[in-house]
């Protein structure tokens, strides 16, 4: 009878209480990956970072801003970031760790010489 009455409880306060339908996913979590788009402005080479001058929609403007560029970091059209032209377009993928620093951890850079149509 006891066990009965437990389970009763239970089952009542499952529906007079339910649980939150929130997952991992559905909560912001530090680390998550963010994208950026901009102009490279400057490679700083011993301190790892590079500066790109991006669109900023909340304030509506150009601006430049700092990210650390990690080890790790993957690269596509080129073998270095510390190769990328300054004044180049790029994507890249970053997350915010502590501190809010800015750490790329993906860069697409675009060659744009190479799409250019030939004219000769």
Sequence with gaps: MGKLLIFGLLS?????F????FSQEDIPQEGD?????GTVVELRENSNELVISEYDWESDEEGEVVYYVDD???????D???????????DIEY???????KVI????????????PNTE
Excluded: C, H, Q
């Excluded at 009542?12 to 007079?16: N, Y």
């Design 105 to 116: 951890t993906r860069i697409n850079y675009y060659d744009t010489e190479a799409m250019e």
């Design 72 to 78: 790790a970091v993957e690269i596509e059209n080129v």
């Design 18 to 21: 339910p649980i939150a339908g």
């Design 12 to 16: 009542v306060s499952l529906f007079l």
């Design 33 to 37: 990956a963010e994208y950026g788009y």
């Design 95 to 101: 997350i915010t760790g502590e501190k809010d620093k």
């Design 80 to 90: 270095s970031w510390k190769e990328l032209p300054v004044g180049t377009p790029i």
